[in-house]
């Protein structure tokens, strides 16, 4: 391994500066990536090996981050369970036209086979770390139970998350009997990622905040702790990304996860004293001060790395994936602002 | 004043039972509401005293509410201040055709003269006091500067808020101006509010949440905690509700607001424990459970009145805006359940 710096930060180990990667980093602000997109769908570059390594590479060379995320779907997982997915360009994201409404519809969904149904990520992986060759470690990753189910029942992305939430309130054990296939599915599935490659993983809870602190626990994180738990036997870093959950962050941390993902709603600096010294965390730039001035970048990313303060264990990432329609300048000066700027807080 | 629960409660004082309401009670769950707007659109409802007072009343005498909240819109204030608004339906929400992009157009916004251009609120809640008879209080409100900066520059809802966050991060002073003249016109806008009968103001910050915290006392709280000290000569209760802003419980109290609005996020019993016996509580159920069966609704009111424990000062509500297609009948267990169930935290 040529660049380990995000290795050593997932188990907090001393650094000479801070690493940086961006969620979505493999995407539409890159023109080298809408080149390949002009040439094939969403889902078909997601299974197709050599493309999706292709485009999880671009960032590594056009903006030398850190560390490579595979890339990939959350939504290809429920696919592989047996349900069907539609991405269409513009449409307004992607959709199962057959959402799960009822106990049988819940009763028919499989737990996952990932070497059998998923077996175009892992090949990916492996072609990836291929061709990486050691010039920075290979990120594999899931959506949480509870972020896969909210789309499985709810059909696709949505404001009030009605239908997952009747179903939670009004048939809990229903709920838990999906979720807990789910968590099954999803710790297979990063386990056989990290088998083909990944060195470590993060789990995507993009919808945990819709919840209440008592509902998040129950219905969310009960069944990430249990794919940490499950986890743990291969030794490779997780990393829990839950969004708008700045609410159970010491809970969060309680999962025994190597490093926490903050959303930039939370202070690093208050997350870093609730936490502790037990789990490094990853974040926080707000993705859409990306659209300010190159300067004022590098105004935030020196502010967040001051709250943070001195010392090992802070992934440098943005709060959310980056956008689409950002510059690809303003992500090379974020990029090198964290690597130039951290150096400081590492003495 | 018949039943002054609710204001009682503002103030932290005692009372039989938790006083209960619910944001946007006056909505298109209620068949007579919607009866209205079948012979008006929705600007001219807001803009017609007769109608609507007749609005405002309609969950007071079909729901049994505590208080009545004047029907009208945030984005009132915008169009008073010299903006173009236009609401059409099923358009996906209202819009500013030409939204605020240039120091020039925030140079041309005036302050709000309310007597002259929202005599038509005036004038509803004068209306609605007198039809209403002490029944119970009258509520008045506005949206908060930052969140009305964030229509006006933004034009409509929005997921990023790129245009806003552009202006915040590369003219903050150009911001401030903005937000200096919405905090000056919203404060006339209340207290002229309260002249013409409102007995609290609620400001809702819809949109603070979308901040970092930094930036959300920068350029939302700052404006907000002027705007109380205004009103503090009127000896009125202020309620603030900044959704989405649990991390800053602390600071939004320290506003010498009377009440916190509480989205569901946070767990009220935290939240208490947090702000101290100084600020009264209004909130906290997710408006998603009320499509749950009755019985859950009843039983997820009781997990609040315990959470929030023994005492006064809290005032029962959603943690947002009643939903539009919700049964009445669940909107009235809700209602019933705060009133039974709560008398015995009330010894």
Known sequence: MINDLFLKACHRQHTYRTPVWMMRQAGRYLPEY?????????????????????????????????????????????EAMGMELIVEEG??????????????????????????????????????????AGRVPLIG???????????????????????IKELIYNEPKIAHKLLDKLARSVALYLKAQIEAGAQAVQIF?????ILTQDAFHEFSLYYIE???????????????????????????????CHAIGLDWSIDIGTARNLIG??????????????YSKPERIRYEVIQILKKYGNGNGHIFNLGH????DIPVDHAKEFINAVKEESIAFHS
Not at 111 to 123: A, H, R, S, Y
Request: charged share 20%.
């Open 226 to 256: 249990q794919i940490v738990n499950e986890l743990k036997s291969t030794d490779t870093p997780v990393i829990v990304f839950c969004k708008d959950c700045g609410h159970s962050l010491n809970k969060i941390s309680a999962t025994g």
């Open 34 to 78: 809408r080149a390949v997109r002009e040439k094939t769908d969403f889902l078909t570059l997601c299974k197709t090996p050599e493309l999706a390594a292709e485009v999880t590479i671009q960032p590594v060379e056009i903006l030398s981050v850190d560390a490579a995320i595979i890339f990939s779907d959350i939504l290809v997982v429920p």
């Open 277 to 290: 010294d037990t789990t490094a965390i990853q974040g926080n730039m707000d993705p859409v001060i990306l």
């Open 91 to 132: 449409s307004g994201g992607p959709r199962f036209p057959h959402p799960l409404r009822t106990t049988n519809d819940i009763d028919n969904i499989q737990i996952l086979d990932p070497t059998k149904k998923l077996k175009f990520v892992l090949d990916a992986l492996s072609l990836t770390k291929k061709i990486l």
């Open 321 to 324: 994936g980056i956008l689409p």
């Open 205 to 209: 809870d993009t919808w945990g905040g």
């Open 141 to 163: 990753f899931s959506g949480s139970p509870w972020t896969l189910a909210s789309y499985m029942v709810e059909g696709h992305g949505s404001k009030n998350f009605r239908f």
